[in-house]
């Protein structure tokens, strides 16, 4: 019986906004799809831009690429979504949270192995406790790994070398999609990865998520903001010139078309 190595991309045609292009599928249509990835599948990744990458992306367009290879590039943002609707777009919104936890919950079966590569030991431990039926892969790659060229290659045989159904790396922005990418070019690798940012840490209880009705309404960075405030306020406050910069650039440029 012959076996699925590959699989195309699943939208017919990204949307382009803001210099980023999205699918554009809701969770359920996202969580199928992932039904069908197994370990023995080639591997391909997904990322889940917000406002954060966005801004970076436009500062650094080397990166551009790593997203644009994705197998999915979600939209993570709600104020995002929103401003998309003005122009006419309609980006779907899929947290890497949400999409993390459902993949948990729902598609994941006693046996499946999971690879994790995590900033701290003891979030590996309390995934590996709540999901006793799972078999885990544990990398904790040093602190700054953007700069350490080396260390940064170690976790991307980590993950060839570990094949599993699905790979979550929540270990921040960009040094995680970098990863994924360059792992994603090696034929031995395997499965489906992630980058999930702190999905695997609302999972563990070690940080708690936003109400539902302040993520339906757009303003759940309110809520993380005000429960780390020493971390993200520079990074949401800083992020609003360049992103106001970025929303006019695109409205201005299909005006004029």
Request: net charge positive; charged share 20%; with cysteine.
């Amino acid at each position: 019986m012959s076996t699925l190595l590959d699989q195309p991309r699943l939208a017919p045609e990204r949307i382009q906004f803001l210099g980023v292009s999205f699918d554009c599928l809701n969770q359920s249509e996202v969580v199928a799809q992932l039904q069908a990835r197994h370990s023995n599948h080639a591997l391909r990744y997904v990322v889940t831009p917000n406002v954060d990458h966005i801004v970076r992306l436009a500062a650094q367009p080397a990166l551009l690429a790593t997203y644009q290879q994705a197998w999915l590039c979600l939209c993570d943002s709600k104020p995002i979504e929103v401003l998309s609707k003005t122009v006419g777009s309609s980006l779907t919104h899929v947290t890497g949270s949400d999409l993390t936890k459902a993949i948990f919950n729902n598609v994941l079966v006693a046996g499946d192995v999971v690879t994790l590569i995590v900033a701290q030991d003891e979030v590996a431990n309390k995934m590996a406790a709540k999901y006793p039926h799972l078999s885990f892969n544990v990398h904790v790659p040093p602190f700054d790994i953007l700069n350490r060229p080396d260390d940064l290659q170690t976790v991307v045989n980590f993950i060839v070398d570990h094949p599993a159904r699905f790979t979550f790396v929540a270990i921040g922005s960009p040094q995680s999609e970098i990863i994924v990418s360059r792992a994603s070019d090696a034929k031995a690798a395997r499965g489906t990865a992630l980058c999930v940012g702190a999905s695997l840490e609302f999972i563990t209880g070690d940080r708690v998520r936003a109400p539902g009705w302040m993520n339906r309404s757009g303003i759940e960075w309110m809520h993380r903001v005000a429960t780390e405030p020493r971390r993200l306020w520079r990074r949401y406050l800083f992020a609003i010139p360049p992103l106001a910069k970025l929303y006019w650039r695109e409205l201005t440029a299909r005006l004029l078309r």
